[in-house]
């Protein structure tokens, strides 16, 4: 199966700061990216959808300038949360996708957020 | 858009029996793929098994096989010869032709020594 790496893998930081997640896909090339959000014995919300080299498309309830996507390159995309408060803290997954996938979903092992 | 539901929040299992994980869904394709996903503590996800909407045979992979009834937008999760591995959260999800993936709420699966 494809490698997907996500880091850091926990992340503790003060409420007012940004953290920067980076999730890269080892050996596809990713054509898009899906970033997901999972709060405790809870299930995984689409947060937004990247494509190399535009912008993300956010789904209803998340905030864009909260959490700024990159995915300028089809091996490496970003996710910044943004002057992070602790209602933000959660546990979050990217999954990349590319065309040779045969749409299997392969998925990063994950950042856990706390803040503080 | 697609839904899935998942009706039990908890399943207990002994070790060595058998289990049925429940999931239904709802959407308005033809054409789409259903996954089972096991989320073990590291909660690094992990494929079980897929089943493509268009194939009538149910899939299986070792101890796991599914039961999917197309009509009754059904899609259950069946774990033979249950092992203390497999104790879990198991997630059914729905995958759109678009790519894009609905997961339902999860269940948490005990296995009993």
């Known amino acids: 199966g494809a490698v997907v790496s996500q880091h850091p893998s926990w992340v503790i930081c003060k409420s007012g700061t940004s953290v920067k997640i980076e999730c890269r896909s080892l050996?596809?090339?990713?054509?898009?990216m899906f970033w997901y959000r999972q709060f405790p014995k809870q299930s995984l919300m689409l947060m937004a959808t990247?494509?190399?080299?535009?912008?993300?498309?956010?789904e209803q309830g998340v905030e864009k300038d909260k959490f700024l996507i990159n995915h300028a390159s089809l091996t490496l995309s970003t996710l910044t949360v943004t002057s992070a408060h602790p209602e933000d803290s959660s546990f979050y997954i990217c999954?990349?996708?590319?065309?040779?996938?045969?749409?299997?979903?392969?998925f990063g092992p994950g950042t856990r957020l706390t803040v503080l | 858009a697609q839904t899935v539901t998942q009706s039990q929040p908890e399943m207990s299992v002994q070790e060595a029996e058998t289990v049925t994980l429940s999931c239904t869904y709802d959407?308005?394709?033809?054409?789409?793929?259903l996954f089972w996903y096991k989320q073990p503590p590291s909660r690094q996800m992990i494929l079980v098994i897929r089943?493509?909407?268009?194939?009538?045979q149910n899939a299986t992979e070792n101890r796991f096989s599914v039961n999917f009834q197309k009509a009754a937008k059904s899609f259950s999760l069946k774990i033979s010869d249950s092992q203390l591995g497999d104790a879990a959260m198991y997630f059914c999800?729905?995958?759109?032709?678009?790519?894009?993936?609905?997961f339902g709420d999860g269940t948490t699966l005990t296995v009993k020594p």
């Open positions: 050996d596809f090339q990713a054509t898009t």
């Open positions: 990247s494509n190399e080299g535009s912008k993300a498309t956010y």
């Open positions: 089943q493509e909407a268009y194939k009538q």
């Open positions: 959407t308005s394709e033809s054409d789409y793929y």
């Open positions: 999954s990349p996708d590319g065309e040779l996938l045969n749409n299997e979903q392969f």
């Open positions: 999800a729905y995958r759109s032709q678009a790519g894009k993936s609905t």
